[in-house]
C-alpha cells in the first residue's frame, strides 16, 4: 500500500507559469517532508522540506506547503524555467524512522 | 558537502552475471541505501544498512544481496543477472533528515 502517492505521473506547464506538483500521504506519524528532483541519468538532489510543525517552507522560486488535516502537501515552483523540466518525487519520514518514503515521481514539462 | 560515489556511470552485463556496484561516501554517515528507479515505479527500496555488516531487506530484496564490510563502501551484488534487472540503480546515505543520492547507475542486462 502506497503510503506517499503522487497521482500525476506527468504535467506539463507554458514557462514562465506556475507548476504545482502534488503528493498525498496516508501515516499520520509522517514528521518531515522532502522534494527531490531529478534529471535523467542522474540521481535524485534535494530540493526543498518542510516539517509537520510547519505549514509553508519557501526557498527562492520553490515554495511547499503542508495540510496536515489533508495529509496534502504541494510544491509550488513560480516562475517556470526550461531547467525545471524533471521528474520531482515526493518524500515522507517518520520519527525514528532512518528510511524515507517515495513517491512514484511526477514529470514536469515546461514548455517554451 | 557529502559526496556519494558510484564506481560506475553505465554497465552492461549478460544474463546470468554475478554483478557488483560499488557505492562509497566520504561523510562518515552511518545509513546507506540501494534503491533502483524504473519508469512509472519511482523509487524503490532494494536493501538498506545501518551500520557495518549490518543489513535490512527494503521492497524488493529478491535476485539482490548486498556487502558493509567498511562503514564508507556500501556494495550491491546481483547474484545471477536477469534482464528484468536491468534498471537505474542509485545508492544514497543520510545523517538524519535528508538523503544525499550518488549519480547512478544505468544497468543494462543482455
Known amino acids: 500500500d502506497q503510503q506517499v502517492k503522487q497521482n500525476s505521473p506527468s504535467l506539463s506547464v507554458q514557462e514562465g507559469r506556475i507548476s504545482i506538483l502534488n503528493c498525498d500521504y496516508t501515516?499520520?506519524?509522517?514528521?518531515?517532508f522532502l522534494w527531490y528532483k531529478k534529471y535523467p541519468a542522474e540521481g535524485p538532489t534535494f530540493l526543498i522540506s518542510i516539517s509537520s510543525i510547519k505549514d509553508k517552507n519557501e526557498d527562492g522560486r520553490f515554495t511547499v506547503f503542508l495540510n496536515k488535516s489533508a495529509k496534502h502537501l504541494s510544491l509550488h515552483i513560480v516562475p517556470s524555467q526550461p531547467g525545471d523540466s524533471a521528474v520531482y518525487f515526493c518524500a515522507a519520514r517518520a520519527p525514528a524512522w532512518d528510511k524515507i518514503i517515495f513517491g512514484k515521481g511526477t514529470r514536469l514539462h515546461i514548455l517554451p | 558537502d557529502v559526496k556519494v560515489t558510484q564506481s560506475s556511470r553505465y554497465l552492461v552485463k549478460r544474463t546470468g552475471e554475478k554483478v557488483f556496484l560499488e557505492c562509497v561516501q566520504d561523510m562518515d554517515h552511518e545509513n546507506m541505501f540501494w534503491y533502483r528507479q524504473d519508469p512509472g515505479l519511482g523509487l524503490r527500496l532494494i536493501y538498506f544498512?545501518?551500520?557495518?555488516?549490518?543489513?535490512e531487506k527494503g521492497d524488493i530484496p529478491e535476485g539482490y544481496s548486498v556487502s558493509r564490510e567498511k562503514k564508507e563502501r556500501f556494495s550491491l551484488i546481483l547474484e545471477s543477472a536477469s534482464t528484468n534487472q536491468t534498471s537505474m540503480y542509485l545508492c544514497a546515505t543520510t545523517s538524519g533528515f535528508g538523503y544525499t543520492f550518488g549519480s547512478g547507475t544505468r544497468l543494462t542486462v543482455v
Open positions: 544498512s545501518y551500520d557495518v555488516k549490518m543489513k
Open positions: 501515516n499520520s506519524m509522517f514528521d518531515y
